[in-house]
């Protein structure tokens, strides 16, 4: 009787380890793809935005302006100063925007950047080179502190979704107090005053 309850066992085994296994893969697949929104993904996983935007927080509907001079849910943790009244330096050597559009654009793009680029006799021109979702799409040149408006193009093949990361990279972010002409220890790069999306 035991001698045939042990065989009967032996013979489960294989299935159980076979069970086990499915079990651990499965495990292991939804550590490496969680079920979660972007935005859990990006603050909680990632630790790549700077404040908790809610789920959903990331949305963004072309033609909305950002407005730099307030606290944004869709700034990367690292590279961006706090907001003043009149908008929001790069301390960085790069500073990111995640946002998250109604679907995949059907077109070209227009991004719309109203700001200043950190110059002094050391540094007078300060390029910033702009990248979305990873393409090269131009650079905004300022040779003077002066605000003004520029435009870029971003191509549609950009675009293989809804999501966008817009990477912002000054070629010379440097320190105000090395200069003398404040005590500002941040290095600054690129002053944001707003940011819009536009189609076409």
């Known amino acids: 009787m035991k001698a045939r309850r042990f065989t009967a066992m032996r013979a489960l085994l294989p299935g159980a380890a076979l069970a086990l296994g499915a079990l651990y893969c499965a495990t292991a697949w939804y550590a490496l793809h969680p079920a979660v929104s972007r935005e859990y993904d990006l603050y909680y996983l990632k630790h790549q935005l700077r404040t908790w935007p809610g789920n959903g927080g990331l949305a963004y509907r072309p033609g909305e302006r950002i407005d730099f001079s307030r606290t944004l ?3 990367s943790r690292t590279g961006w100063s706090d907001p003043e009244g009149w908008g929001t330096w790069t301390d960085s050597d790069s500073a990111s925007l995640y946002l998250t559009l ?7 793009m227009t991004l719309r950047v109203q700001g200043r680029g950190f110059v002094d006799a050391r540094h007078p021109v300060q390029s910033v080179r702009v990248v979305v979702n990873g393409i090269a799409v131009g650079a905004l040149a300022y040779a ?9 193009t971003i191509p549609n093949r950009a675009f293989s979704g ?9 070629a010379n972010p440097a320190k105000p107090s090395e200069g003398g002409a404040s005590q500002d220890t941040r290095r600054l790069g690129l002053g944001v005053a707003s940011i819009e999306l536009l189609p076409g």
């Open 162 to 170: 809804s999501n966008v990361e817009i990477n912002l990279i000054p």
């Open 73 to 75: 849910p869709w700034l």
């Open 102 to 108: 109604p679907g995949r654009p059907a077109g070209n």
């Open 144 to 152: 003077s502190q002066d605000a003004k408006t520029q435009t870029l």
